[in-house]
């Protein structure tokens, strides 16, 4: 039988719940993120984003009102088939919807590859970021 992985798109009342939950296991167990570095203040003015398998939530990410990307999480255990391209591809899409000329993100370096399969260009210098090493991307949305 084949799993049914299903995006939800809503707000941080709607979804937070669940979301931060996962963004917990996620950068706070498994990263060792500080608390007050995950938690910035910013989710009530972002759009987010919750994968659900066989409605299981599994995966979320977030988009800002100025196009950037973040706070992309899979569940270990979900991690492997394509849940964050999904999670990508509904961010991207609603990036476009709204406007923006470009999306951009932070990435972990050891994930590089994973978001230039989507498209993304990487610039600039990499910098740490909660003790882990980034790269700033970056996605032009036009055609």
Known sequence: MTATLTIREGTWTELGEIASEIRHVVFIDEQHVPQAEEWDGRDTACTHFLALLDGRPVGTARLLPDGHI???AVLAEARGLGIGVAL????IETARR????AVELAAQTHALPF?????FQ???DEFLDAGILHRNMRLSLHE
């Open 122 to 124: 990487a610039f600039g």
């Open 88 to 91: 990508m591809r509904a961010a």
């Open 98 to 101: 709204q406007g923006h000329p």
């Open 115 to 119: 978001y230039a399969r989507l498209g």
């Open 70 to 72: 973040g706070r992309v």
